[in-house]
């Protein structure tokens, strides 16, 4: 159980959403909360307080009627709940609930405690509101996709229960639910802020660790393949480079190649005194798919370290508006709920994965070209040269979706487009953003699915799995778990797909 309330890590928001760690509210929050609903209604008796007594964004100008302050925040969800295209997965919206509900917690938004008690039953009961991904231009937050939250909240529009799309009504109903009543802003309060963005944003970190890690372990099974010298991961050769994420790549190689018999040291071989041939047979140094692992992966690294330390920020943060600010007894009109930073970190994200991708596609073509390997038959073709394809067809598609993750990869975080009749005059379309990184991360599981079914046909060919590290052995097993060696032809699409299962699995 994991008790909001103080200071959430990553790892603990991580636990939640994919531990499926319950949740518990403590009083310090509900007090904290209550006490800053409490003070927001007292305050905004005779002042004028954006969102509470006048209208939204442009329409600001006008004075709402004190008789229907109630209704504005309702007709602020219902207009707005206006998302298209395909529904989040469940770990998104999950993760931008959590999100919502620790900025909530904060005591800066002068909600109701009904709408902390609510949310925290939606995460423990597995209720996922429909949330779409196309809608929010991420200025003044997630105002599209946070009002299909709040949408539900309020018991309308409809979830996600039980592996059925259900309206909201139904599973309160099943559930024992009471919807929120809006008491003062509490309709601006949840759809003011960075909170889907955020929460795709941690789900984005997540598998992008799974697939550095996986990144790694595959580039190591191929320096095993080979026969690689060591001196590439060495510690002495990256101490030489100051960066902590090249050194910490290379410390994590040499751990998992620690106990492989096929990589060798170049003093057994070329250091011997013994090489008087005129032109060598064996490689001097590798192709730079294998030799660079570390200075490729090592930015890779720190990039998502880095990404996830903003993401912790930001759920940990007031981004709403406006600000109430119980101790000074005032509130403050600001922009705490722009995206920018999250549109940035998840731009620099998807650009470090696709670079991932790209990595995983070269080692691949290594790989499948038996001219560059000299080791393995053309497309580590187990059967019939000629009469049989190996890997010849997956390579199509390894190409074709790393060419579209390179394209992807433009960044989202310069193509403001001024709306809301340009009283948005600068977005960061962090959403956007945040979306399209997971459809880029995506894109890579699948590149490296067909990669792991190669490597293990290929450490099958060399007749190599009792000579391979124990970490390559492991992954070797699982995936003859999965897929049986195949020289005959086989139609491809499914063994791929459960590779790429395993890998978002594992």
């Known amino acids: 159980m994991n008790t909001i309330g103080e200071y959430l890590s990553l790892k603990e928001f991580e636990s939640i959403i994919f531990g499926n760690s319950k949740i518990d509210i403590s009083k310090v929050v509900l007090d904290r909360v209550n006490e800053s609903f409490d003070f927001l209604k007292e305050f905004s008796g005779n002042k004028v307080i954006y969102g509470v007594n006048t209208g939204f964004g442009p329409m600001a100008q006008y004075r709402i009627k004190d008789e229907d302050r109630i209704q504005l925040q309702y007709n602020l969800i219902r207009s707005h709940s206006s998302g298209t295209g395909k529904p989040l997965n469940a770990a998104c919206v999950k993760a931008a609930i959590l999100a919502r509900l620790n900025t909530l917690s904060l005591g800066n938004s002068g909600v109701h405690p009904s709408v902390i008690h609510l949310m925290k039953e939606f995460i423990n009961k597995d209720i996922t509101p429909l949330i779409f991904e196309h809608g929010g231009v991420g200025a003044s937050g997630d105002l599209v996709q946070l009002s299909h939250l709040a949408l539900t909240l309020i018991g309308e529009g409809e979830v996600f229960y039980k592996g059925e799309r259900r309206p909201t009504k139904e599973v309160f109903e099943i559930e024992n639910l009471t919807p929120i009543q809006v008491e003062i802003r509490e309709g601006l309060a949840l759809i003011n802020g960075t909170s889907v963005m955020t929460g795709i944003g941690v789900v984005n970190v997540h598998h992008a660790n799974k697939l550095l890690d996986w990144s790694l372990k595959f580039s190591c099974a191929i320096n095993e393949l ?15 480079k100051r960066h902590k994420g090249q050194r910490e790549v290379a410390a994590r190689m040499r751990q998992n190649l620690s106990d492989s018999t096929l990589i060798r040291k170049r003093e057994d071989h070329l250091y ?39 993401l912790e920020d930001e759920f940990n943060s007031a981004n709403d508006n406006p600000i109430i600010d119980v101790k000074n007894k005032h509130v403050y009109h600001g922009g705490n709920f722009h995206g920018d930073y999250i549109s940035l970190e998840m731009d620099k994200l998807k650009i470090v994965v696709t670079k991932l991708t790209m990595l995983a596609e070269r080692q691949l073509n290594y790989l499948l070209n038996s001219k560059i390997n000299e080791i393995l038959p053309p497309f580590v073709n187990l059967g019939t040269l ?102 005959e032809d086989q139609v491809m699409y499914p063994f791929v797909q459960k590779v790429k299962d395993y890998l978002i699995n594992n």
């Open 226 to 240: 080979v026969q690689a010298y060591d001196d590439h991961f060495s510690e002495e050769l990256n101490q030489t």
């Open 386 to 487: 000629g009469f049989n394809f190996g890997m010849q067809g997956v390579q199509f598609t390894a190409t074709s979706t790393t060419a579209e993750n390179q394209m992807l990869s433009n960044p989202m975080y310069v193509h403001s487009i001024p709306n809301n009749n340009d009283n948005q005059d600068i977005v960061s379309m962090g959403t956007n953003a945040a979306v399209i990184t997971a459809k880029v991360i995506e894109n890579s599981f699948e590149v490296l699915a067909i990669e792991l079914i190669t490597i293990v046909q290929a450490i099958d060919y060399l007749e190599q799995k009792d000579q391979i590290s124990s970490v390559s052995k492991k992954i070797y097993d699982d995936v003859r778990a999965i897929i049986p060696k195949f020289k």
């Open 272 to 310: 011997t005194g013994e090489n008087t041939e005129e032109i060598f047979k064996e490689k001097v140094q590798e192709y730079y798919s294998l030799r660079c692992v570390p200075q490729i992966l090592g930015p890779i690294l720190e990039t998502i370290n880095n990404v996830g330390s903003i």
